[in-house]
C-alpha cells in the first residue's frame, strides 16, 4: 500500500514539474508572441529581389532532425532556443556569378529572436541603421560578408559568395528587402 502512495506522489510530482517547466517558457515576460507567416511564405522558391532569384532547391525545417542535416552540431540550440520554422535557400543573380545564402529562423518570441542576434558571434561587425530592429555587417570574414538582423520574432543571416564593394553593396541593399518582408 505504501508502495503506490510513493509511486502515485511521485508521479504527481514529475507531472507538476513538467507541466512548471512548460509554462515557464510559454510565459516569455510578458512579451507579445507575434504569429507571423511561416518562413517560406516570406521567401516563397522563385521569388525575385533586386535582381537576384530565388534558387528553388531550398530546406525548410520545423524540427532538430531536419535542421541537425543542414548545421549539425548548432541544430539543438536553435530548435531549444525557440526557432520552429527555418529556411535555408540561395539567391543567385540573373546578370553575374554572384550569390547570398539566405538563413531565416522563425521563433517562437521575440525575445528568442533577440537573443540568437545577441549571442552570434561576429569578427568585425559594424552596425546598420533601417534593417528591422537591429542589424550589423560583419566585414571580417574571409572571402565573404554577412549580415545578420532580427525583427519582431524573425532572426535573419545572409552571407555572401564573395568579397568586394560591390557585393558590400549589394548585400545591404538585399538584406533590407528580406526583412521588410517580415510581417
Same mark, same amino acid.
Request: charged share 25%.
Given at each position: 500500500?505504501?508502495?503506490?502512495?510513493?509511486?502515485?506522489?511521485?508521479?504527481?510530482?514529475?507531472?507538476?514539474?513538467?507541466?512548471?517547466?512548460?509554462?515557464?517558457?510559454?510565459?516569455?515576460?510578458?512579451?507579445?508572441?507575434?504569429?507571423?507567416?511561416?518562413?517560406?511564405?516570406?521567401?516563397?522558391?522563385?521569388?525575385?529581389?533586386?535582381? &537576384?532569384?530565388? $534558387?528553388?532547391?531550398?530546406?525548410?525545417?520545423?524540427?532538430?532532425?531536419?535542421? =541537425? @542535416?543542414?548545421? %549539425? +552540431?548548432?541544430?539543438?540550440?536553435?530548435?531549444?532556443?525557440?526557432?520552429?520554422?527555418?529556411?535555408?535557400?540561395?539567391?543567385?543573380?540573373?546578370?553575374?556569378?554572384?550569390?547570398?545564402?539566405?538563413?531565416?529562423?522563425?521563433?517562437? &518570441?521575440?525575445? $528568442?529572436?533577440?537573443?540568437?542576434?545577441?549571442?552570434?558571434?561576429?569578427?568585425? =561587425? @559594424?552596425?546598420? %541603421? +533601417?534593417?528591422?530592429?537591429?542589424?550589423?555587417?560583419?566585414?571580417?570574414?574571409?572571402?565573404?560578408?554577412?549580415?545578420?538582423?532580427?525583427?519582431?520574432?524573425?532572426?535573419?543571416?545572409?552571407?555572401?559568395?564573395?568579397?568586394?564593394?560591390?557585393?558590400? $553593396?549589394?548585400?545591404?541593399?538585399?538584406?533590407?528587402?528580406?526583412?521588410?518582408?517580415?510581417?
Amino acid at each position: 500500500m505504501r508502495t503506490s502512495i510513493k509511486y502515485a506522489v511521485l508521479s504527481l510530482t514529475i507531472c507538476l514539474i513538467a507541466c512548471g517547466c512548460s509554462l515557464f517558457k510559454g510565459n516569455d515576460a510578458g512579451v507579445e508572441k507575434p504569429d507571423g507567416l511561416a518562413t517560406i511564405a516570406i521567401l516563397p522558391a522563385g521569388i525575385e529581389i533586386n535582381k &537576384f532569384v530565388m $534558387d528553388k532547391d531550398y530546406s525548410n525545417c520545423q524540427d532538430v532532425v531536419c535542421l =541537425a @542535416s543542414l548545421i %549539425d +552540431g548548432a541544430a539543438p540550440y536553435y530548435i531549444n532556443s525557440g526557432a520552429n520554422d527555418i529556411l535555408f535557400c540561395d539567391f543567385k543573380s540573373k546578370a553575374s556569378s554572384q550569390s547570398f545564402s539566405v538563413e531565416i529562423y522563425k521563433t517562437n &518570441f521575440i525575445s $528568442d529572436a533577440r537573443t540568437f542576434f545577441d549571442n552570434a558571434t561576429s569578427v568585425n =561587425a @559594424s552596425p546598420l %541603421d +533601417g534593417i528591422g530592429k537591429a542589424a550589423r555587417l560583419d566585414e571580417g570574414l574571409i572571402g565573404t560578408y554577412r549580415i545578420e538582423a532580427y525583427k519582431k520574432n524573425y532572426f535573419v543571416r545572409i552571407t555572401t559568395s564573395s568579397k568586394d564593394e560591390t557585393m558590400k $553593396d549589394e548585400i545591404v541593399k538585399f538584406a533590407k528587402e528580406v526583412v521588410s518582408k517580415f510581417p
